[in-house]
């Protein structure tokens, strides 16, 4: 054997120990903490949060109860009246995939609140405030919202609520509103009379995709079950094919633009129904891969890249000011409406995650808070 071939060979079993020191690593999960006793959830002094410090199932998280925030001169200070619960929830509270705990913490969560969506009523402000007062109902994206109280940045992911909205059909705005905006707008970049599919259109981010993609004046074809056909539908899309029946990879249709939040087709049969300049907008995909997750069906599509004729696109949604305002605009003139599942209460947050675990919710789960 050569110099040059125990190199190579010694090289090898370096990269190969180096992947499985570092798969190791990400997989480590530390023991959990005895938990504090839980408070009461309709105790209202203070504030109440759920955290996390460790990762597994809905059993990590716990009500905790803290001093109620007071906001900085640039900040706001919500009394939560609803959330909404996201795939993005259960993720972190899992940390899976196993690729994510190099942002969410190895071993154990760096960051102890959960939850995004929130809706409520300001309670007080920072001295330098000048959009909000006390008392205006508001609605936003923030980390920690799965608790009675949340503090915002004046200028962070939050606006004034539509004023025919309940608190729950504003939770349900946020993060599944601002991705499928994003979708639509920045990654399909829809026109009018463009035809586009949404796969997994009865979701939450679905849900609002097949409104956002009417908004911008597409030909909107939905993809659901049986049993939300007629939802779909009752948003607006022009055409809904029910899944288990037929399969739209096969059919002759041609589309502009496919926004996927399933990931339930190979990659060649969605670029087969693309039409001449399509995009392909990957949102979700199956979790069966335990280090990669989602991912793993963006780079799969990153290898097939020279055999795809289609523009296949991934993207991590941005939280800003300027969407929660636009997406507060359509639903104040009626453009825009949330769909809204199941709604839980406060202590029964766990449940609420649990649910949306399970991958079968028509739109959005709500929590309320006492």
């Known amino acids: 054997m050569g110099r040059k071939t125990k190199r190579f060979g010694m090289l090898l079993v370096l990269l190969g120990a180096a992947g499985v020191a570092g798969a190791m690593a990400l997989s480590h999960e530390s023991s959990c903490p005895t938990p504090a006793a839980s408070p009461n959830a309709s105790d209202t002094t203070g504030a109440l949060v759920y955290t996390y410090r460790c990762y597994g199932g809905p059993e990590v998280l716990h009500l905790t109860s803290i001093a109620a925030p007071t906001p900085a001169d640039t900040e706001v200070l919500v009394r939560v009246r609803a959330a909404s619960v996201n795939p993005l929830d259960w993720h972190f509270m899992r940390g899976k995939p196993y690729l994510m705990r190099v942002v969410s913490g190895m071993g154990a969560p760096t960051e102890e609140r959960i939850g995004a969506d929130f809706a409520g009523t300001v309670q007080a402000v920072g001295a330098r405030v000048t959009q909000f007062r006390v008392g205006d109902r508001v609605f936003g994206t923030r980390t920690g919202a799965f608790g009675t109280h949340v503090i915002v940045r004046e200028n962070g992911a939050m606006a004034h609520m539509p004023d025919s909205a309940s608190f729950e059909q504003a939770a349900a705005v946020g993060v599944a509103a601002t991705t499928a905006l994003q979708a639509v707008r920045d990654q399909a970049r829809v026109r009018k009379g463009q035809r586009v ?174």
């Open 197 to 370: 599919l949404i796969n997994g259109a009865s979701g939450g981010v679905g849900t609002f995709a097949v409104q956002i993609a009417k908004i911008y004046g597409a030909h909107v074809t939905g993809v659901a079950s049986t049993r939300n056909v007629e939802m779909v539908q009752s948003l607006g899309a022009d055409r809904v094919i029910d899944y288990t029946k037929d399969d739209f990879t096969k059919g002759a249709e041609r589309y502009d633009a496919i926004v996927d939040m399933v990931g339930n087709h190979p990659l060649r049969a969605l670029d087969a129904v693309l039409a001449p300049g399509g995009r392909m907008i990957i949102v979700g995909g199956p979790n069966d891969n335990a280090y990669l997750g989602p991912v793993t069906r963006v780079v799969t599509a990153m290898l097939a890249a020279p055999v795809l004729t289609g523009t296949f696109i991934s993207f991590t949604a941005n939280e800003n000011k300027a969407d929660v305002a636009m997406l507060r605009e359509w639903m104040q003139r009626g453009a825009l409406r949330s769909v809204i599942d199941r709604e839980y209460a406060f202590a029964e947050l766990p449940a609420a995650v649990a649910y949306q675990e399970a991958g079968r919710s028509r739109g959005k789960v709500i929590v309320k808070m006492p």
